[in-house]
């Protein structure tokens, strides 16, 4: 699976080695902001935007265009299925962050992936939501992640891999420990 | 802003406030369970589908089709820009959220909500994602949320509102707090 680029698994090992050597020389490399822009559209219905963000010391201009991500809740929960809804698009954003980080990771080790796919589940009880309880939490009060992967690496090493990925993942990292987040009213 | 079925911000006030009666009567409708499956589609781009789930009591039967999110990275960061990254869908899932919670809320509370957007900002540092730091987070060292509200209630009543949807935010609560994530092989 490897070409003259050195790609493993559609990642391109040279430049993240390279990538991996730059920001030992230079820690300023390594610091990035995101960014996304959400409006309303009525009801439980929002639309992100997603482009612009700033990383290796410079504003990035690789995209075009933004990102577009709609978000809304179900009928049940009051809205018009123009999306999934918030805590599902977490589902996403978790997962997405596994995929990366056991790709990636598996390319920098010589691990050739031949699929990859994750069945993410997530329980909640609506009672603090809606106001009624002090005691349940708003958030999932479990997520259960199941993924399957094929691999010609022995499923001891792909498991070693996995506990990496978990040390390493930022999406992952965020639901297992606190983020300080600031909410202001412009 | 009212009409005859009681729709306040696109909300259907009559049936939020029967959700919460039911819920009263019967806690075991407040149970959800929400899914995703998420498949690699080469270097680090993803498509998660988007469907199913379980709540009040049943299998969710209102959607026709999945929705889909794709996720990817920019080239810097060895991608394709197919989608937005995974700690970028985070952003747009908070935001989702925070919109729920503040449009909701104000229809519940008798606040006519004219527009409301969201101006989301991580900052990460990419050391401990490339194994260079055991002492830096994977995740967002912090994130900022600034946000703009149009309505003709008072300021320190949408201040108010913004206080009481931070206590019960489900992805506020899952960044601010700890959610037990289990992950397991298959």
């Known amino acids: ?6 790609k493993r698994n559609g990642v391109n090992v040279d430049q993240l080695m390279q990538t991996i050597d730059l920001v030992k020389e230079d820690p300023e490399i390594a610091k990035f902001q995101f960014r996304a822009e959400t409006e309303w559209l009525g009801g439980g219905h929002c639309k992100t935007k997603i482009k612009d963000f700033y ?3 410079t504003e990035d201009s690789s995209r075009s265009r933004a990102f577009e991500i709609e978000g809304d809740e179900p009928p049940v ?13 977490l589902l996403h954003a978790l997962a997405s962050c596994l995929t990366v980080g056991f790709i990636y990771n598996a390319a920098a080790k010589g691990i050739n992936v031949e699929s990859l796919n994750f069945q993410m589940k997530g329980d909640l009880d609506l009672h603090a939501f809606l106001g009624l309880s002090e005691s349940k939490r708003p958030g999932y ?5 199941k993924y399957k992967v094929k691999s010609d690496a022995p499923k001891e090493q792909l498991k070693e891999l996995c506990d990496y990925v978990q040390k390493t993942s930022p999406v992952l990292d965020m639901l297992r420990n606190p983020v300080p987040v600031e909410i202001e009213m412009i």
């Open 141 to 145: 009060e479990k997520i259960i992640v």
């Open 77 to 89: 929960l009051l809205g018009e299925n123009n999306g999934a809804n918030a805590v599902e698009a």
């Open 1 to 6: 699976m490897e070409n003259v680029i050195h």
């Open 55 to 57: 990383g290796a010391k």
